[in-house]
């Protein structure tokens, strides 16, 4: 209605805020503050149940801006000894995808939780898993095994669920396909630093800032480099390229010593990266 030439009070509506997902917040904060994300990936229920909870709960003190729990399984091809091992362990000590989500429950930390599988482990926990999760205390899920455009209707399930979707993007991916898989995707897209499985290496690739840049041009989401980054030097190498630096082998195999280990390997690459 319009009174005296002036819109009605009844009729006047103020935009809706955007409203940020954890991780997309927590990236928006460090960007803020100029500083780079901490990534760290465990596996859950490794090297025993009770004491994954603890690392858990260590990893966030220690500097981690977001945890990467993965789901054991069976039959992890894209992963190197280190975490196949650490999968082996868990399942030995009957670790199972309801099991990580209790796992996450009872952790209760205060950092975004993205949920690391492949897909069958998924698929086999039925249409509501995803809810599920949620309420566990998940915010993201990065599924190994499920590329872009291979099952459109799988991935609107995971789009529609509320988590972010993470997205893994390859060292020799195409321009072109590195826009589509980062359109398909959110949180942060992953860019695997080379080729191959996961686990720790020397030296980073002399290809890495260029493969960096191209992606930079390809998608507006934050960019986070993993796949063989083992020291805090490597990890503030990274770090000057990219908006995260994501660290797995390293930690599980400094777990397999001891959680005081892990941790304090997670304080030093913290510490490494603030420093870049």
């Known amino acids: 209605m319009i009174q005296n030439g002036t819109a009605s009070a009844s009729l006047i509506t103020s935009p809706k805020p955007v409203t940020l997902s954890p ?36 990893l ?26 650490s999968s082996q362990i868990a399942i030995e000590h009957g670790m199972t995808l309801e099991k990580t989500l209790a796992l996450i429950a009872e952790a209760n930390v205060s950092v975004p939780i993205v949920l ?35 099952d459109p209707e799988r991935e609107a399930w995971f789009g529609a669920s509320g988590l972010d979707f993470v997205r ?5 991916t195409p321009l072109a396909r590195m826009a589509e898989i980062s359109s398909h995707g959110g949180g942060f897209v992953y860019l695997i630093s080379r080729l191959g499985v996961t686990g720790e290496q020397d030296t980073l690739s002399d290809d890495l800032p260029a493969t960096v840049a191209r992606l930079r041009s390809a998608t507006n989401l934050p960019l986070c480099v993993g796949f063989g980054i083992s020291t805090p030097a490597q990890a503030a190498t990274v770090a000057r390229l990219g908006d995260g ?13 001891s959680v005081d280990d892990a941790i ?13």
């Open 23 to 58: 991780i997309s917040e927590r990236f928006a904060l460090l960007a803020a503050a100029g500083r780079r994300a901490l990534v760290c990936y465990m596996t859950a229920g490794h090297p025993d149940p009770e004491q994954s909870v603890l690392l858990l709960r260590g």
């Open 60 to 85: 966030e003190r220690a500097g981690a801006d977001i945890i990467e729990v993965g789901v054991p399984f069976s039959d992890p091809l894209a992963d190197g000894p280190v975490i196949q091992g």
């Open 116 to 150: 690391f599988s492949y897909l069958n482990p998924i698929l086999a926990g039925g249409p509501d898993v995803l809810q599920r999760a949620k309420r566990a205390g998940v915010h993201g899920v990065l599924i190994t095994d499920l590329p872009v455009g291979a």
């Open 168 to 172: 893994l993007v390859a060292p020799t």
């Open 245 to 257: 630096v994501i660290v797995g082998s390293a930690i599980v195999r400094a777990a397999e010593r």
């Open 264 to 276: 304090a390997l997670t304080a030093s690459l913290r510490a490494a990266i603030d420093a870049a």
